[in-house]
Nanobody, 126 residues
Framework: QVQLVESGGGLVQAGGSLRLSCAASGRTFSTLSMGWFCQAPGKERQFVAAIRWGGGPTYYADSVKGRFTISRDNAKNTVYLQMNSLEPEDTAAYYC???????????????????WGQGTQVTVSS
């Protein structure tokens, strides 16, 4: 079993930055591929970014390329999402997710992630 705890959400003005963190426990972190997803009210959960087990490569939704960066620190069992140039459209609950390294399906498929955090709210004001 894997436990995921997100932190770092909050209220920020458009153009600002936030860094989300997700601390994992319960399994060897380096064997897990990690993803970030977001869900706005009334909308489906959407893929944001992912990083392969062991440290890379990385994958991004088109809407965040060039603005968001996913990274991981295997020594700290933590994955990060650096969010720059935030837009009001980025407002959502952000969820950290983990899946076993054996999966070969695209990282954007939320159904392939077995473990999820409780989410952290990001609100971007205009």
């Amino acid at each position: 079993q894997v436990q995921l705890v997100e932190s770092g959400g909050g209220l920020v003005q458009a153009g600002g930055s936030l860094r989300l963190s997700c601390a994992a426990s319960g399994r060897t972190f380096s064997t897990l591929s990690m993803g970030w997803f977001c869900q706005a009210p009334g909308k489906e959960r959407q893929f944001v970014a992912a990083i392969r087990w062991g440290g890379g490569p990385t994958y991004y939704a088109d809407s965040v390329k060039g603005r968001f960066t996913i990274s991981r620190d295997n020594a700290k069992n933590t994955v990060y999402l650096q969010m720059n140039s935030l837009e009001p459209e980025d407002t959502a609950a952000y969820y950290c997710a983990a899946r076993d390294s054996s999966y070969s399906a695209p990282y954007s498929y939320s159904g392939t992630y077995a473990y999820w955090g409780q989410g952290t709210q990001v609100t971007v004001s205009s």
